[in-house]
């Protein structure tokens, strides 16, 4: 069985690393084109791209997948299938290539999460448990018809980014049994169920990250986890902007009419829509990343 693998982040390597290992022929891999990236805005290729040079699998990396050379080369492969982690809406023209398919690999039990940040927000939302979906595509971005599942539990000290780790591996093994399945003809998909309730993971930006803090402690709690390590929840301090990492609540009320208090020793604490909470790790604008402790000894606050 010939098979295209499409992917660009860490999170696709794994599921590309476990069909190599599993002795899948993986006639090439389409990623994302090189970017700069690092201080001398050096261009670089993606996780995905490292993987598959370091393996000799051919690459291609189209700016257009319409163009109708990167389409005949794409063909020129011949392949019965293809894979898709991570990577970008495929036109019609390409996921209805292969005769067996092409399937995807999202981080939620969809139908809930569709959308782009599917692991951020089932965080943020307070969700006691997310999984992973193999589906096969359709002209509607993640709405096609479900091959397999698997559920993970979410901790309550689970971040976006342990949470992120532990689908990534698992997904490996999900993408390698749902190609063995393929192959032995014993898939059985079916159609996702809609209730109307299903929750929806749209790309996040800046303004989705900033805390409100006339919110309660636990819904604060829970964006600074689900948006931690990356892109981080902030908020404005003496002025500047801060990443907030971690943060725990506490039983301590602040001074009366204060919003903001510390002692400049051993704690930073908000007042909340139903509490007070204390900051663990922050980094403020233009210094490292730090726990509250070091950032106290070098910056004196004003609050």
Known sequence: MKIIYMGTPDFAVPALSTL??????????????????????????????EYAVQHDLP????????????????????????????FRMLPDLVWDMPPMGTFNLHGSLLPDYRGAAPINWAVVNGDKETGLTTFFLKHEIDTGDIIMQEKEPISK?????????????????????????????????????????????????????EIDWSKPSEEIRNLVRGMAPYPAA???????????F??????????????IESDNKTYLRFRTGDGQIDIKEL?????????????????????
């Open 246 to 259: 971690s943060l725990e609540p506490s039983d301590t009320p602040l001074a009366e009419g204060k919003d």
């Open 234 to 244: 902030w908020t404005t301090l003496e002025g500047k902007s801060c990443k907030i």
């Open 20 to 49: 190599v290992e599993n002795g899948y022929e993986v006639v090439a891999v389409i990623t994302a084109p090189d970017k700069p990236a690092g201080r001398g805005r050096k261009l670089t290729g993606s996780p995905v791209k």
């Open 157 to 209: 000290d689970d971040t976006a980014g342990s949470l992120y780790g532990r689908l990534m591996e698992k997904g490996a093994g999900l993408v390698l049994e749902t190609v063995r399945k393929i192959e032995a003809g014993e898939t059985t998909p079916h159609p996702q169920s809609l209730t109307g309730h299903e929750r929806p993971a749209p790309k996040i930006f800046r303004e989705t990250c």
């Open 59 to 86: 690459v291609l990396q189209p700016t257009n997948l319409k163009d109708p050379e990167f389409l005949e080369e794409l063909k020129s492969y011949n392949a019965d299938l293809q894979i898709v982690v991570a």
């Open 283 to 303: 980094q403020l604008q233009g210094k490292r990343r730090m726990t509250i402790e070091d950032f106290l000894r070098g910056f004196n606050l004003t609050v």
